[in-house]
Each structure stands twice: as structure tokens, then as C-alpha cells.
């Protein structure tokens, strides 16, 4: 999934991220807007998890949403 993509799907891809990352707040969330550069950094400062390591995880969760259409 594209950043466009990631950005029109924001509404149903944020629940999952609440799910997987529930530290993150909802002020947080509503400044990223479904930008993936800026969650990566927020749950990288947030869970202490390496770049690499978030941006895989995302992208896992975005290819299951797709797959899903969700």
C-alpha cells in the first residue's frame, strides 16, 4: 500500500494501529493524518523498536487491511 492509499484508508488503518500500538494517543494520530514516515517515528520514540523493524510491522499491517479490503 502507497501513501495515497495509506491515506485514504487513515479512518480504518488508525483502529489497527490503535490495536497493535495502544500507547499511541489520539492527538498523535490525528497529526500523523496517515503519513507513514511520521507513525513509524512516533511508535519508534514511543515503543523504543528499531526503524526497520516498525516499517515492516506496518507494512504487514497495511498488506492484511488490503488484502482484507478493510
Not at 484508508?9 to 498523535?28: M, S
Request: with cysteine; hydrophobic share 30%; aromatic share 4%.
Amino acid at each position: 500500500m502507497n501513501s495515497d492509499q495509506m491515506k485514504g484508508n487513515w479512518k480504518i488503518l488508525r483502529g489497527k494501529v490503535q490495536e497493535k500500538w495502544g500507547k499511541l494517543t489520539n492527538d498523535e494520530l490525528d497529526m500523523i493524518e496517515g503519513r507513514m514516515d511520521q507513525l513509524a517515528g512516533a511508535v519508534q520514540k514511543r515503543y523504543g523498536l528499531a526503524r526497520e523493524q516498525v516499517e515492516q510491522e506496518l507494512s504487514q499491517l497495511c498488506d492484511e487491511c488490503e488484502t482484507k479490503n478493510c
